[in-house]
């Protein structure tokens, strides 16, 4: 069977933005048998994410994740149905979901890689086990909950920067939820702004494009942030962080803003910016969720829940086609999604 896949097909350079040039699809013939252990799923869903970004490098910079390698799959998050099993674990019309699923419209898969997933957790909307219901939401949910220390009643204000993204969308809305008095949301477009407060519940939002960030900032949070989720890095949060409180908290999510630069992760602060955070007593440590990995399935239980009983919005920008995968991943790094990035490859779950 002829399938399609999409491989990589050059490096930007350390230093240098993505294109969808950088990735190309290719045909290549699905072997027609599946050995003991193995799975033939169809692929559904797939992701792009920021992090994807450390992939593209020769080296990624963390031991982590490893890089993509040329001419070779891409792969990353996937959601998928299952036409064919030889594992114990999982039958024909099962819904799986990987974090190393390769970028290509039917693949054989060791069946160990998979996790089975309930479509009733996200109300059918199986892409929801990418985004909000997945790996992103519980990125923000782990994080708010491990190194925001919110506390209810304690009229605390949030600051959430890259509001508009997978990540941010939900972290403003869970800050709200897990007892923040007033969550404000920085972004880059008037549309965003007006979603974040008219669909998501943010206080206010700042757009960072216009006007002076710190005067609005100062304004819009008269008493101080008490908690940063940042998703940026960069000037923004030099910003962000010296309008912060004795004894706050960052949330170290992403620095997008730096991907396309070979810096260290997280990236050094500024030496002012330095002063500050070391004077205020601002803790700021990398947060890694997969190190949370007993907190998982509580934490999907609790975001499905929210989602059901309309506490947590989910907004998704969808594309459709394994061809547009490059320019899914262009458009992401680059502003272009609201919500979560998520490209269709195939939109029927029948077998």
């Known amino acids: ?15 240098g933005h993505p294109v969808a040039e950088n990735f190309r699809v290719e045909e290549v013939n699905l072997p027609d048998c599946v050995n003991e252990g193995q799975v033939q799923v169809r692929t559904l869903y797939l992701s792009v994410d920021p992090y994807m970004r450390c992939r593209m490098n020769e080296d990624t910079g963390s031991d982590y994740i490893t890089p993509w390698q040329l001419s070779q799959v891409v792969d990353g998050g996937g959601v998928g149905i299952i036409e064919e099993s030889k594992h114990t674990n999982f039958t024909k019309g099962d819904f ?13 898969l060791d069946g160990n890689i998979l996790e089975k997933v309930d479509p009733q957790l996200v109300n059918g909307h199986l892409s929801y086990f990418l985004g909000a219901i997945g790996m992103p939401g519980l990125t923000s949910l782990i994080g708010v909950q491990e190194k925001g220390h919110i506390t209810a009643g304690s009229n605390q204000t949030m600051v959430v920067s890259g509001a508009a993204g997978a990540c941010g969308s939900l972290a403003g809305q869970i800050g709200h939820l897990l007892g923040c008095s007033r969550v404000v949301g920085i972004c880059g477009t008037p549309e965003k702004c007006l979603f974040l407060t008219s669909e998501l519940g943010f206080d206010a939002a700042i757009n960072y494009k216009e006007g002076n960030v710190a005067e609005q900032l100062h304004k819009l949070c008269p ?13 923004i949060s030099d910003t962000v ?27 050094p602060l500024p030496p002012a910016v330095e002063a500050i955070q070391k ?66 490859i195939s939109g029927d779950t029948s077998l």
Not at 250 to 259: A, F, P
């Open 1 to 15: 069977m002829i399938v399609q896949r999409v491989v990589l097909n050059s490096r930007p350079g350390k230093n």
């Open 241 to 267: 962080i010296s309008q912060m409180n004795q004894n706050s908290h960052i949330i170290l999510c992403g620095q997008i803003s730096q991907y396309n630069k070979d810096v260290p992760y997280p990236p």
């Open 96 to 108: 799986v979901t990987s974090f190393y699923w390769p970028w290509q419209t039917k693949v054989i």
């Open 279 to 344: 004077e205020r007593n601002i803790t700021r440590e990398r947060f890694l969720v997969l190190n949370y990995k007993d907190k998982f399935e509580s934490g999907i239980l609790q975001l499905s829940q929210w989602f059901k009983e309309g506490k947590l919005k989910i907004k998704e920008t969808m594309i459709n086609g394994l061809e547009n995968m490059g320019a899914a991943f262009q458009s992401m790094m680059t502003g272009g999604n609201i919500g979560k990035q998520i490209v269709c």
């Open 223 to 235: 008493a101080g942030v008490d908690v940063y989720f940042d998703n940026v890095g960069g000037d």
